[in-house]
């Protein structure tokens, strides 16, 4: 079975028309984060995944997250035997309903990244994040203590019951954000408090890491 690597920036939302995508009958769609978080790319990420343990692999003819890839704006070498994809700008995996009726993707109607002819009987790597587009995010603390659109460190599925993951920079911007609109140190204390009060002592240490790298400078730890 043909290899593509799919390369790219990549969101869902579930506002998406239509929501889900019908992953190619004869192909597959192979997933190297957890859902809902996000893909870290690295020269030893791009080595490791023709042989990584996907997280998730989407069988030929079933429902996938229909999701928005766009260009990174860089190339490279694939691993021996793939073939290299990169969006046509932003696309989405399917962008038609009539898809789902028919079973197959006719270019005619779908201009989506599975209407392809290179990834039709094709395992489909998906080298890109599995981020959630929230357009109400609620409180900063929801990402701390959901994992929703957290960096998954490493690729794949080591096997192991735990999968490290750590705050993107969205989601400790939300907490920068807030701190910024405090009036006073004293103020500012408080509203950590509050905010605190649920999260685990590795959340809190995540939040505390997470914050210091983007604002090395902040003194106000949670």
Not at 8 to 24: C, N, R
Not at 57 to 70: F, H, L, M, R
Request: proline share 6%; charged share 20%.
């Amino acid at each position: 079975m043909p290899e593509v690597l799919l390369y790219a920036h990549g969101s869902w939302s579930p506002s998406s028309t239509p929501a889900y995508a019908l992953v190619p009958q004869g192909s597959r769609l192979l997933f190297f984060t957890e859902n809902l978080k996000l893909f870290v790319d690295s020269s030893a990420a791009r080595d490791a995944i023709a042989s990584a343990e996907p997280n998730q692999v989407v069988e030929g003819y079933k429902w996938a997250q229909n999701y928005s890839v766009s260009p990174v704006g860089q190339t490279f070498d694939p691993p021996a035997g793939m073939v290299f994809k990169e969006p046509q700008g932003e696309q989405l995996l399917c962008t038609s309903d009539e898809c789902g009726k028919q079973g197959w993707h006719d270019p005619a109607k779908c201009s989506g990244i599975f209407a392809d002819s290179d990834v039709q009987g094709a395992d489909i790597y998906f080298m890109a994040c599995r981020y959630m587009d929230l357009k109400e995010a609620g409180s900063p603390e929801y990402y701390a203590e959901t994992g929703v659109n957290q960096r998954q460190d490493g690729i794949g599925y080591d096997g192991t019951a735990e999968v490290s993951h750590e705050l993107s920079n969205s989601g400790t911007d939300a907490w920068l954000n807030a701190l910024n609109e405090m009036n006073s140190e004293e103020e500012a204390d408080a509203w950590l408090a509050e905010h605190t009060a649920s999260l685990s002592q590795d959340q809190l240490e995540m939040v505390e890491r997470r914050i210091q790298e983007r604002f090395p400078t902040w003194v106000n730890q949670p």
